[in-house]
């Protein structure tokens, strides 16, 4: 019997070896790199979509569109910024970043008090909203969330200057039986970065402006700041903003998630590590969510480095980038003269000069049998897609150090008006000596993960839709 079982197992074995090599990883073809995708999702639907795993994710927040029906600052459209002043403010919010990061080094004393009294542009803050809960009792606030400022602040009575135009009521700390003002002789307020706060009447006063003529100005102040039901934090320092100018359309003020010890994780350090994660939504009809601390980060997750550049924002090492699956002949030493930085709060992703030409070239190549349209603003790669169902586009991937690849979902791809102008969602410095950076259009569906205390960024793809 002994001969028959051998040759049994020898078949068997040899029918394996036959079969193995069908399971061997198949060699990527052109279709790899390529996006094929339908016209009609380009653009946003009226009807919002939920994501559906937010309420298993604890120390989370949802995650919404400003100008989205799933906000309840939800506009009409005749009210909401159109494409080119998003586009416009967005360029401000970078004047203002380079600006910032030049000077991070001569910083002068500001007096509060004294900051003009006109109306002007916001820098703006991407627009993507959370709620959060302030005072006791809580009264429930939409804020723009901003990993490029530090002081979390929201609109307070009384204005006893100029409070813009906000959809929920304006927070009175008078109601509030948790609300506390910093005295000017504390360290508190003497920590206050010098260009950043002043007294009034023994009172620490607090100021940040955004642009030459955009700012809030109040009290520097502690409150009860609720996140959710578990997430509660008693002595959270905030500014009570008094004086308010410049176009946040809505919002009662703003969420800060910065590196500076006065932000959001430097004062929840205790509880979440200085670590949290937010996914962009696809399109602002959808939503997603911010999570604080360890809770829900993906396996898949791949860090890269996070230098610092300035006191408030979180760096990036780019090294390459390549389109339809082609290494664009790059330089590294283009990325590495001026840094990068990752954004929430800038719309579309800004390179060097010398590199965004090198994307651009290839990327109209990859798409030369689509009819041009005119620039958007800052935007000079743009498509009329309107005799097309559907599109075939070449894949943008960004590569970072420490071996990190991070693949554009089409969703980041493009930044569209309507079908008949929709343009190539990234744009050139002024100078390759200018800070590059990562900008929200191009993180979307992505779990961004923050840590900290690690020094790192992370990035895990199919984080939301």
Not at 2 to 12: H, K, N, R, T
Not at 71 to 86: G, I, M
Not at 342 to 352: C, K, N
Not at 448 to 457: A, E, H, K, M
Request: charged residues 15%.
């Amino acid at each position: 019997m002994a001969a028959p079982i051998s040759s049994i197992f020898l078949a068997a074995l040899l029918l394996l070896l036959c079969v193995l090599p069908t399971f061997e990883l198949r060699e990527l073809t052109a279709e790899d790199y390529h996006h094929t995708l339908q016209v009609s999702s380009l653009l946003p639907s009226s009807v919002c979509s939920t994501y559906e795993g937010l309420e298993k994710m604890p120390s989370s927040l949802k995650v919404v569109h400003k100008h989205g029906p799933c906000s309840n600052l939800h506009q009409k459209e005749s009210s909401a910024p159109t494409h080119a002043e998003v586009l416009l403010q967005d360029q401000d919010r970078v004047n203002s970043i380079h600006s910032r990061l030049a000077n991070s080094g001569d910083t002068k004393k500001t007096d509060a008090t004294t900051l003009p009294a006109y109306h002007g542009s916001t820098i703006g803050t991407g627009n993507y909203i959370v709620t959060v809960g302030l005072g006791t009792p809580r009264t429930d606030l939409s804020l723009e969330f901003d990993t490029g400022s530090d002081i979390t602040w929201t609109q307070c009575e009384p204005c006893v200057s100029y409070c813009y135009k906000q959809k929920e009521p304006i927070f009175d700390p008078s109601k509030s039986t948790s609300y506390l003002n910093i005295p000017c002789a504390s360290s508190i307020c003497r920590s206050l970065p010098a260009n950043s706060s002043g007294c009034s009447s023994s009172t620490c006063v607090y100021a940040v402006q955004y642009g030459d003529s955009s700012y809030t100005i109040g009290f520097f102040a502690k409150e009860r700041l609720t996140l959710t039901s578990t997430d509660v934090f008693d002595t959270f320092l905030f500014g009570c903003g008094e004086n308010n100018r410049g176009l946040f359309r809505g919002a009662a003020g703003l969420l800060g998630l910065g590196r500076n010890k006065f932000s959001f994780p430097s004062q929840t350090a205790q509880k979440y590590n200085k670590l949290f994660s937010y996914c962009l939504p696809s399109s602002a009809s959808s939503t997603g969510y911010l999570t604080f601390g360890n809770s829900g980060i993906s396996s898949s997750v791949k860090f890269t480095p996070s230098p610092k550049l300035g006191e408030t924002f979180y760096g990036l090492n780019i090294i390459g980038i390549s389109v339809g699956g082609n290494r664009l002949s790059i330089s590294s030493s283009v990325f590495y003269n001026a840094g990068t930085i990752i954004d929430s709060g800038t719309v579309i992703t800004r390179l060097p000069p010398t590199a965004y030409s090198a994307l651009r070239t290839a990327f109209r190549q990859g798409t030369s049998t689509y009819p041009s349209a005119d620039a958007l603003g800052i935007l000079d790669t743009c498509y009329d897609f309107s005799n097309y169902d559907t599109i075939r586009v070449p894949r943008i991937s960004i590569f970072f150090s420490g071996g990190v690849q991070v693949d554009i979902n089409v969703s980041g791809v493009f930044f569209a008006a309507d079908v008949s102008q929709v343009c190539l969602a990234f744009a050139g410095n002024s100078d390759d000596s200018d800070v590059g950076i990562f900008g929200n259009v191009q993180q979307k569906t992505f779990q961004v993960v923050y840590d900290n205390v690690g020094g790192r960024v992370g990035f895990a793809a199919g984080g939301c839709r």
